[in-house]
Nanobody
Framework: VQLQASGGGLVQAGGSLRLSCEASGRPFGRYGMGWFRQAPGKERDFVAAVTWIDSITYYEDSVKGRFAISRDNAKNTVYLQMDSLKPEDTAVYYC??????????????????????WGQGTQVTVSS
């Protein structure tokens, strides 16, 4: 399984970016997908996730109302639309796929240990 993330960059506070993550190598539509981020010197934290069926979404509290995760199973791609960006959103953003198919429980989606496949990361820098 390979995950290829793209779309990061440098943006001013209040701006927007759209991250994409294209998957290959297994039935994408059966697996939940998530985005995590890691700032320098910090742990990798949960940002958002979308379930394999019904596209139920979950968000970390600080991004609710500003970020939106979605998926297009026909394109094997998951997206993260990020609006009203803040300097504290600066981090390397990683997309990931759950190890096990068909899960919907939120607890699985917020834990990095439940993800078995990771993209290479894309840098997001928000200037003040």
């Amino acid at each position: 399984v390979q995950l290829q993330a793209s779309g990061g960059g440098l943006v001013q506070a209040g701006g927007s970016l759209r991250l994409s993550c294209e998957a290959s190598g297994r039935p994408f539509g059966r697996y939940g997908m998530g985005w995590f981020r890691q700032a320098p010197g910090k742990e990798r934290d949960f940002v958002a996730a979308v379930t394999w069926i019904d596209s139920i979404t979950y968000y970390e509290d600080s991004v609710k109302g500003r970020f939106a995760i979605s998926r297009d199973n026909a394109k094997n791609t998951v997206y993260l639309q990020m609006d009203s960006l803040k300097p504290e959103d600066t981090a390397v953003y990683y997309c990931a796929a759950l190890k096990t198919p068909y899960y919907t429980n939120r607890d699985y989606y917020t834990r990095a240990a439940e993800y078995g496949y990771w993209g290479q990361g894309t840098q997001v820098t928000v200037s003040s």
